[in-house]
T-cell receptor
Framework: EAGVAQSPRYKIIEKRQSVAFWCNPI?????LYWYQQILGQGPKLLIQ????????DSQLPKDRFSAERLKGVDSTLKIQPAKLEDSAVYLC?????????????FGDGTRLSIL | AQSVTQPDIHITVSEGASLELRCNYS??????LFWYVQSPGQGLQLLLK??????LVQGIKGFEAEFKRSQSSFNLRKPSVHWSDAAEYFC???????????FGTGTQLKVEL
């Protein structure tokens, strides 16, 4: 079974530029998550999709971050404009359903550095 | 709101020694509890999970964890550590609907040969 795929693995941009990350979840997984992991901290949920609908985006900074999962499979996370504090690893995860007993499977992440 | 505390930021053990990583959670009811491991440059891999039933759960790579309701703890253990176990370990809790995970700040494990 193929795991969660993310690209790019690394991205370096200057502040105020825009950037986009892509995620392809495990086949058949209805629920997709984007996490932000700042150095020295645990991952923090940014947004959760159930199929193509948003379940929870309460911690997504909506003035600069956006995400979509138009066809209920792949997803993109965008930051525009980027700030220095956005430097982090962005992790995508998926689970079969959104039930609390479903383990989440993580991709390798995209490491974003803001200059 | 739920929270997870991992009181040890760094732990160093010798190869072959036993290991215990601490995790405490704050939640009114019985949560779903997870341990994940993260190697450098990689995503998180699920080691084990507790939902209900037997309070001692077995996971992959020889790890186990014990849920203690009275102490609000879910400590991770391994009887004999291997050098390849060096990584960062995260405890997480999922509560209510929606499968939202709240992570602790992680414990960095170093293994001395």
């Amino acid at each position: 079974e193929a795991g969660v795929a993310q690209s790019p693995r690394y991205k370096i941009i200057e502040k105020r530029q825009s950037v986009a990350f892509w995620c392809n979840p495990i086949s058949g997984h209805a629920t997709l998550y984007w996490y932000q992991q700042i150095l020295g901290q645990g991952p923090k949920l940014l947004i959760q999709f159930q199929n193509n609908g948003v379940v929870d985006d309460s911690q997504l900074p909506k003035d600069r971050f956006s995400a979509e999962r138009l066809k209920g499979v792949d997803s993109t996370l965008k930051i525009q404009p980027a700030k220095l504090e956005d430097s982090a690893v962005y992790l995508c995860a998926s689970s079969l359903t959104g039930d609390s007993n479903q383990p989440q499977h993580f991709g390798d992440g995209t490491r974003l550095s803001i200059l | 709101a739920q929270s997870v505390t991992q009181p040890d930021i760094h732990i160093t053990v010798s190869e072959g020694a036993s290991l215990e990583l601490r995790c405490n959670y704050s939640y009114g009811a019985t949560p779903y509890l997870f341990w994940y491991v993260q190697s450098p440059g990689q995503g998180l891999q699920l080691l084990l999970k507790y939902f209900s039933g037997d309070t001692l759960v077995q996971g992959i790579k020889g790890f186990e964890a014990e849920f203690k309701r009275s102490q609000s703890s879910f400590n991770l253990r391994k009887p004999s550590v291997h050098w390849s176990d060096a990584a960062e370990y995260f405890c997480a809790v999922s509560t209510g609907g929606g499968n939202k995970l709240t992570f602790g700040t992680g414990t960095q494990l170093k293994v001395e040969l």
